[in-house]
């Protein structure tokens, strides 16, 4: 048995694990300094889920219908000996396509040919500015551009491909890196998405206004190289793609924002302690952890099941004032 399409009709296929809510960087729109600051309390090592555990929970996520599954975090290489967990994920059964959001900061050749080895698929690298200024500023640890980059170049030797590049664009933070980030990944055979910068939890000080809209994105970026839109590969892809029209590649627009997807919307979430978010802007999960302590599955698988088959979730259809102010689950909680 699998799980039953939830109640509009969107089926359960990916799995989003954060594997820790730790994070190296302190990026202003996601783990602004002054709410995780120094004395921010983060998950106790006793409250985190284990690799086994984590393994367990997708072998049943995998049974009721998932076949991608991508580890995030926080940073989910702070978390120790990860290829581990990816070697235990990729012998499940029916688990297609195995991936990684990662800042690439601890992206070396050497991690990247491990993970590679144990199972991993492909990787997402978050960078929000080429310029190196800009990208110090947003990350807000002084961590430079050029790191970034050997990260990806590490990543492209150890056959991670494609690699796609995730710039969150923010008005009046980084618009102004919009060409020079499409300028630098033209022609590299890796794919930039931008982003729509969204309100996902309550320390970021959202607002409308702070929100450049896809269009213009796309508009930018078309004004100087022009853009023919592209067919997505499947049901639910959540970029909007285009190519380059002189055959300098293809990228990406995410537009939670202005151009909803819910509609369409076939992900989970599960956090490093593992509660089960049927969206990215929920205000509560669903505690999975003490369904371990029983020998059999079928309880986890029923539990499921039910959460998923009741799933009302449409956020970013029904986005307004109000509802951009309620509390949610922080990004750095459940990732991306």
Same mark, same amino acid.
């Given at each position: 048995?699998?799980?039953?399409?939830?109640?509009?009709?969107?089926?359960?296929?990916?799995?989003?694990?954060?594997?820790?809510?730790?994070?190296?960087?302190?990026?202003?729109?996601?783990?602004?300094?002054?709410?995780?600051?120094?004395?921010?309390?983060?998950?106790?090592?006793?409250?985190?889920?284990?690799?086994?555990?984590?393994?367990?929970?997708?072998?049943?996520?995998?049974?009721?219908?998932?076949?991608?599954?991508?580890?995030?975090?926080?940073?989910?290489?702070?978390?120790?000996?990860?290829?581990?967990?990816?070697?235990?994920?990729?012998?499940?059964?029916?688990?297609?396509?195995?991936?990684?959001?990662?800042?690439?900061?601890?992206?070396?050749?050497?991690?990247?040919?491990?993970?590679?080895?144990?199972?991993?698929?492909?990787?997402?690298?978050?960078?929000?500015?080429?310029?190196?200024?800009?990208?110090?500023?947003?990350?807000?640890?002084?961590?430079?551009?050029?790191?970034?980059?050997?990260?990806?170049?590490?990543?492209?030797?150890?056959?991670?491909?494609?690699?796609?590049?995730?710039?969150?664009?923010?008005?009046?933070?980084?618009?102004?890196?919009?060409?020079?980030?499409?300028?630098? !990944?033209?022609?590299? @055979? #890796?794919? $930039? &998405?931008?982003?729509?910068?969204? *309100?996902?939890?309550?320390?970021?000080?959202? +607002?409308?206004?702070?929100?450049?809209?896809?269009?213009?994105?796309?508009?930018?970026?078309?004004?100087?190289?022009?853009?023919?839109?592209?067919?997505?590969?499947?049901?639910?892809?959540?970029?909007?793609?285009?190519?380059?029209?002189?055959?300098?590649?293809?990228?990406?627009?995410?537009?939670?924002?202005?151009?909803?997807?819910?509609?369409?919307?076939?992900?989970?979430?599960?956090?490093?302690?593992?509660?089960?978010?049927?969206?990215? !802007?929920?205000?509560? @999960? #669903?505690? $999975? &952890?003490?369904?371990?302590?029983? *020998?059999?599955?079928?309880?986890?698988?029923? +539990?499921?099941?039910?959460?998923?088959?009741?799933?009302?979730?449409?956020?970013?259809?029904?986005?307004?004032?109000?509802?951009?102010?309620?509390?949610?689950?922080?990004?750095?909680?459940?990732?991306?």
């Amino acid at each position: 048995m699998t799980a039953p399409n939830d109640t509009l009709n969107r089926p359960l296929r990916d799995l989003r694990i954060s594997v820790t809510d730790r994070c190296n960087f302190r990026c202003v729109y996601c783990m602004p300094k002054e709410v995780f600051g120094s004395e921010h309390a983060f998950l106790p090592k006793s409250e985190i889920l284990s690799f086994e555990e984590i393994t367990r929970l997708a072998r049943v996520f995998a049974a009721e219908g998932i076949e991608k599954i991508r580890l995030t975090g926080g940073e989910p290489l702070v978390r120790n000996q990860i290829e581990r967990l990816v070697e235990g994920l990729a012998g499940i059964p029916g688990i297609q396509d195995i991936t990684l959001t990662t800042n690439a900061s601890l992206l070396t050749l050497e991690k990247v040919r491990l993970l590679r080895s144990a199972g991993l698929d492909r990787v997402t690298i978050s960078l929000d500015a080429i310029e190196d200024g800009s990208f110090r500023r947003i990350n807000d640890v002084d961590y430079p551009v050029e790191r970034v980059l050997e990260g990806i170049q590490a990543a492209a030797e150890g056959d991670l491909h494609p690699i796609k590049v995730n710039m969150v664009v923010q008005r009046g933070l980084n618009e102004d890196q919009i060409l020079p980030m499409a300028e630098h !990944f033209r022609g590299s @055979g #890796h794919i $930039l &998405r931008f982003i729509e910068y969204m *309100d996902v939890g309550n320390s970021n000080g959202w +607002r409308m206004d702070d929100v450049v809209p896809a269009a213009e994105i796309r508009d930018t970026v078309a004004s100087v190289w022009p853009l023919d839109p592209l067919d997505p590969h499947y049901t639910g892809e959540v970029a909007n793609r285009y190519r380059y029209r002189d055959g300098g590649g293809e990228i990406g627009i995410i537009s939670s924002v202005t151009e909803p997807f819910c509609g369409t919307c076939p992900r989970a979430r599960l956090s490093a302690k593992g509660e089960l978010f049927t969206c990215l !802007f929920a205000a509560r @999960g #669903h505690d $999975l &952890r003490p369904l371990l302590a029983e *020998d059999s599955d079928e309880p986890l698988a029923e +539990r499921i099941r039910t959460i998923w088959g009741g799933r009302t979730d449409r956020y970013s259809e029904l986005r307004s004032a109000e509802t951009a102010a309620q509390r949610k689950v922080e990004m750095s909680h459940i990732g991306g």
